[in-house]
């Protein structure tokens, strides 16, 4: 099993490495229920890991697509409800989730 960093920033500037395992397949991306900003954060996480892999990082429809399948439960409703170019789009997507499952006020990364 190998592994891919991908390194975020934060809006206070921290820098965050995230290692993501893969396999021959690519990242494992577990499907996204809705649930918080934890899980939240960890299925974008998750995909653009997955997308990196599969060197389409900057094929936006591409991922958009890869995602769809993955929303499950009560996210799946959410996805359900969203105007078609947000669905087809990774980064009005990606906006989409973040305005969803906001990180918490009190977390100070």
């Not at 395992?21 to 954060?41: I, L, M, N, P, Y």
């Not at 094929?59 to 958009?64: L, R, Y």
């Amino acid at each position: 099993m190998g592994r891919v960093w991908q390194l975020f920033s934060t809006p206070k500037n921290h820098a965050i490495l995230v290692v993501v395992s893969a396999d021959s397949r690519g990242t494992q991306v577990k499907r996204f229920e809705g649930t918080d900003w934890e899980e939240c954060h960890g299925f974008i996480v998750a995909i653009r890991a997955r997308a990196l892999w599969e060197g389409k990082q900057r094929d936006s429809a591409w991922i958009a697509d890869f995602a769809s399948p993955l929303f499950w439960r009560k996210a799946l409703i959410w996805h359900g409800q969203l105007p078609l170019d947000v669905r087809q789009d990774w980064i009005k997507l990606e906006a989409a989730l973040f305005n969803q499952w906001p990180l918490p006020v009190d977390d100070d990364m």
